[in-house]
C-alpha cells in the first residue's frame, strides 16, 4: 500500500521561498498513469490544487497562483517537491500530497498526512 509523507519548514517568513517535500513509499512515482498533486486547505476554506507532476515528469500548474508554485520530483529519492515563492500570510495552510490516477479529473486515491505551513514574521 503506497503511503505518502509530507514533510515542511513548519513556519516561514513572508516573501520567502516555501519548499515541501513528498516522500512516496510503497510506489515510484514513475509508474504509468499516475500523477502526484499538491494540494493545500486553508482553515475554514475548501481544498486547492497547487500542481501536479506526471509519471512522465511534466508538470501543470494552477494558473491562479501566476507561476508561484513549482512542482519537481527526485526518482532516485522517490520524492515529489513543491515550491511556493514569495509567500504570504494567506498561503498559511495544510499542505497534502496525493497519489492521483488518470489526471485530469483523476482520481485521487491516497493522501499523506499533511504539513501545517504557517507563514509569520
Known amino acids: 500500500q503506497v503511503q505518502l509523507q509530507e514533510s515542511g519548514p513548519g513556519l516561514v517568513k513572508p516573501s520567502q521561498t516555501l519548499s515541501l517535500t513528498c516522500t512516496v513509499i510503497?510506489?515510484?512515482?514513475?509508474?504509468?498513469?499516475?500523477?502526484w498533486c499538491w494540494i493545500r486547505q486553508p482553515p475554514g476554506k475548501g481544498p486547492e490544487w497547487m500542481g501536479v507532476?506526471?509519471?512522465?515528469?511534466?508538470?501543470y500548474g494552477n494558473p491562479s497562483l501566476k507561476s508561484r508554485a513549482s512542482i519537481s520530483r527526485n526518482t532516485s529519492q522517490n520524492q515529489i517537491t513543491l515550491q511556493l515563492s514569495s509567500v504570504a500570510p494567506e498561503d498559511s495552510s495544510m499542505y497534502y500530497c496525493?497519489?492521483?490516477?488518470?489526471?485530469?479529473?483523476?482520481?485521487?486515491?491516497?493522501w499523506g498526512q499533511g504539513t501545517q505551513v504557517t507563514v509569520s514574521s
Open positions: 496525493t497519489r492521483v490516477y488518470g489526471w485530469p479529473p483523476g482520481l485521487h486515491d491516497s
Open positions: 510503497g510506489d515510484s512515482i514513475t509508474t504509468n498513469d499516475y500523477f
Open positions: 507532476i506526471a509519471y512522465t515528469g511534466i508538470t
